[in-house]
């Protein structure tokens, strides 16, 4: 999905650099997609890969429609694991999310339900943020396997928390 550039909010532009600068000392790199999205725009994606651990952080906007968006996560996680270089049963991938946009608190209402409990060795998702423009809050859920991926996530919420409330 495309978005004309006023959608698109100066706040989500600024928060893809500070993700960008707070991911990168954890050894994440930029990484540019080729394949657009069906639904949401991609504002940023980086990886970070080792021999054991294959790790990425997406920043989505999130599309206007009235989807909820932990389920719309589910439904990109396979498209988006691919692009960010998961191999199917050999080098699975930890998907941690962020959604950004405009009153998107009521379209958050599953996420702890739509983070991955199983890992089957493919794209799951790890953690799911969402981050309410216009409120100026966010919500997060994370899933198990907290001992590497748990520093990722910390990270992310540090970054969200300079300009927007938890929610609770």
Same mark, same amino acid.
Request: charged share 20%.
């Given at each position: 999905?495309?978005?004309? $550039?006023?959608?698109?909010?100066?706040?989500? =532009?600024?928060? #893809?650099?500070?993700?960008?600068?707070?991911?990168?000392?954890?050894?994440?790199?930029?990484?540019?997609?080729?394949? $657009? +999205? &069906? @639904?949401? !725009?991609?504002?940023?994606?980086? !990886?970070?890969?080792?021999?054991?651990?294959?790790?990425? !952080?997406?920043?989505?906007? #999130?599309? $206007?429609?009235?989807?909820?968006?932990?389920?719309?996560?589910?439904?990109? =996680? +396979?498209?988006?694991?691919? &692009?960010?270089?998961?191999?199917?049963?050999?080098? *699975?991938?930890?998907?941690?999310?962020?959604?950004?946009?405009?009153?998107?608190?009521?379209?958050?209402?599953?996420?702890?339900?739509?983070?991955?409990?199983?890992?089957?060795? %493919?794209?799951?998702?790890?953690?799911?943020?969402?981050?309410?423009?216009?409120? *100026?809050?966010? %919500? &997060?859920? %994370?899933?198990?396997?907290? !001992?590497?991926?748990?520093?990722?996530?910390?990270?992310?919420? @540090?970054?969200?928390? %300079?300009?927007?409330? $938890? @929610?609770?």
């Amino acid at each position: 999905m495309t978005a004309s $550039p006023s959608t698109i909010a100066p706040a989500e =532009k600024a928060l #893809a650099q500070k993700l960008a600068e707070a991911l990168a000392p954890m050894g994440f790199a930029t990484k540019e997609l080729g394949t $657009p +999205l &069906e @639904e949401g !725009v991609l504002l940023g994606a980086w !990886v970070r890969k080792t021999w054991n651990t294959n790790r990425a !952080v997406v920043h989505l906007h #999130a599309p $206007p429609s009235t989807k909820d968006l932990g389920l719309l996560t589910q439904q990109l =996680k +396979l498209p988006l694991g691919k &692009e960010l270089g998961y191999f199917p049963f050999f080098y *699975g991938m930890g998907l941690q999310v962020v959604w950004s946009g405009r009153g998107l608190t009521h379209r958050a209402a599953s996420l702890s339900s739509s983070v991955d409990v199983i890992d089957n060795q %493919r794209c799951i998702v790890q953690s799911l943020f969402v981050v309410d423009l216009d409120r *100026g809050t966010f %919500r &997060e859920a %994370r899933t198990w396997g907290q !001992v590497i991926t748990g520093t990722f996530q910390d990270r992310i919420a @540090e970054c969200l928390q %300079r300009d927007y409330q $938890p @929610e609770t």
